[in-house]
Structures are given as structure tokens and as C-alpha cells.
């Protein structure tokens, strides 16, 4: 298990990104897998989806641990697993649950800073003492960090980015491999946080925003797709049903 946390920790190259395809079940794992994937990343939203669950730990832990089993059991490959705010009231609480991750076979997690149903990002000094007590587990933590979470990058940039930045030292001391900052899409915000972070820096690709090539150009080391893939799945699904449905033939 050590070898896969070192191989996955030693993808994430500023400049020469790792792409997540973000997946949901053992069978969308595998069909990623099949496609190249470096890596194998589920993500929260999907993952809930799938069983008819709302995100935000609504998808109870035992069943999240019931469904990396299974995607283990599919691939060689490293697996990363979102695990929302960490499942954990409290430091120790996260520490429990993340080494039960790190036990079960995964190689790294993602972990927000605000806890679920909250709009506001713990105090640093909390979500530190949350990634550390998860990274002390020997996994790989892809720290989470919300602040530009419903915020204006173009009013309000350079004070977001200096927020960020403190929040990744913050996250650098406590042991985290990598900084995930999503709902960024400006390519001058996302330039200075990867010029100035002690830790690589993972970026949720929108549309609209910076192609994988560009966003390769400013020194970004991970790109997700977070729950886009299932959310198309879904839609191509919904669609096929009504053609169906509707008396028209399937494309498939």
C-alpha cells in the first residue's frame, strides 16, 4: 500500500498534470481504467448520486468503504477517495475514519475545510488540525480549500488568493500532499496560487474555463473533473429513456 500512496503522491507534476476522471462505481472505474487513467479518483456528488443519496455525508461510511472495496477489486491501479469533511466531529473522529481509509486499500483522500451543510470554512487553525490527524493516518490528503466557493474572482482576486495561500501553508505544516481549490475558473488566480503554494496544486476543471493544456501553463499539477462524468452520464440516460419512451429508437 506504501508503494501505491508513493506512486500517486509522485503524478502530481506542476506543469505536467494528473487527470482525474472523476467515477462513482467499480464498472465506471473500470471503464476509466480501460481509457488510461493514471490514477482512479471518485468523487463525492457521484458516488451519493448513484445510490440515490444527497452529497455531503449523507452516504453513510460503511458504505463508502463497501464501495472502494469494490472498485479495488477492479483495478490495480492507485484509487483516491473523496471523503467530504472527513467524516469526523473532530480531529480524532477524522483520524479514526481516514485510517480506516488508508486500512481499506485507499491511496489518498480528498478532505473539504467546512464542514457539510456549512457555507463557511472552518477557522484554519480547525481544518489543520483535521488534515493533520488525516494525514498523520500515512495517507495522501488533498486538502480542500473553499475559498473561492461562491465568491467573484474578478472583483475580489487578489484578496482571495492571499486567503488561499495562507490556508495552504497552513495545510503544508499539517501534512497534506496536495492544495484542491475548486469553483476557480481565472487563469491570473489560478497562475499566482501555483506560483506561490508549498503544496501542488489541484484544479476542478469547468467549462468555460482553462483548457487541461492551459491550465498545464500555469503550473497546475492535478486536474478533476469532479462529478461532471456521472452528471453527463446521467443526462445521456435521462435522454436516451425519453427517445425510448417517447416511441423513437435509442442512438445506441
Known amino acids: 500500500m506504501t508503494d501505491k500512496i508513493a506512486t500517486f503522491r509522485a503524478l502530481h507534476i506542476?506543469?505536467?498534470?494528473?487527470?482525474?476522471?472523476?467515477?462513482?462505481?467499480?464498472?465506471?472505474?473500470?471503464?476509466v481504467a480501460a481509457a488510461g487513467a493514471k490514477a482512479i479518483a471518485t468523487g463525492s456528488y457521484g458516488?451519493?448520486?448513484?445510490?440515490?443519496?444527497?452529497d455531503g455525508e449523507d452516504f453513510p461510511i460503511e458504505d463508502v468503504f463497501e464501495n472502494l472495496a469494490r472498485i479495488l477489486s477492479v483495478t490495480d491501479l492507485p484509487v483516491t477517495i473523496d471523503m467530504e469533511s472527513g467524516y469526523g466531529a473532530d480531529p480524532a473522529a477524522v483520524g479514526v475514519a481516514i485510517g480506516r481509509a488508508k486500512a481499506a486499500g485507499a491511496a489518498g483522500i480528498n478532505m473539504e475545510d467546512r464542514l457539510p451543510g456549512r457555507n463557511e470554512q472552518l477557522a484554519i487553525a480547525e481544518a489543520a488540525a483535521r488534515c493533520r490527524a488525516a494525514a498523520d493516518t500515512g495517507i495522501f490528503v488533498n486538502?480542500?480549500?473553499?475559498?473561492?466557493?461562491?465568491?467573484?474572482?474578478?472583483k475580489d482576486g487578489d484578496a482571495l488568493v492571499a486567503a488561499t495561500l495562507d490556508r495552504a501553508r497552513a495545510y503544508a505544516d499539517a501534512g497534506a500532499g496536495s492544495l484542491f481549490v475548486p469553483f476557480l475558473l481565472d487563469p491570473g488566480c489560478i497562475?499566482?496560487?501555483?506560483a506561490a503554494s508549498p503544496l501542488p496544486v489541484n484544479i476542478l476543471r469547468g467549462k468555460g474555463g482553462p483548457t487541461h493544456k492551459e491550465l498545464a501553463g500555469l503550473g497546475v499539477a492535478r486536474i478533476s473533473h469532479g462529478h461532471q462524468p456521472w452528471a453527463a452520464a446521467m443526462a445521456w440516460l435521462t435522454g436516451q429513456a425519453q427517445q425510448i419512451l417517447g416511441g423513437a429508437e435509442p442512438d445506441y
Open 47 to 54: 458516488v451519493a448520486g448513484a445510490q440515490g443519496r444527497a
Open 191 to 194: 497562475g499566482a496560487i501555483c
Open 14 to 31: 506542476p506543469g505536467d498534470p494528473l487527470i482525474l476522471v472523476n467515477i462513482w462505481d467499480a464498472g465506471s472505474a473500470k471503464a
Open 143 to 154: 486538502a480542500r480549500c473553499d475559498t473561492f466557493r461562491g465568491q467573484d474572482a474578478a
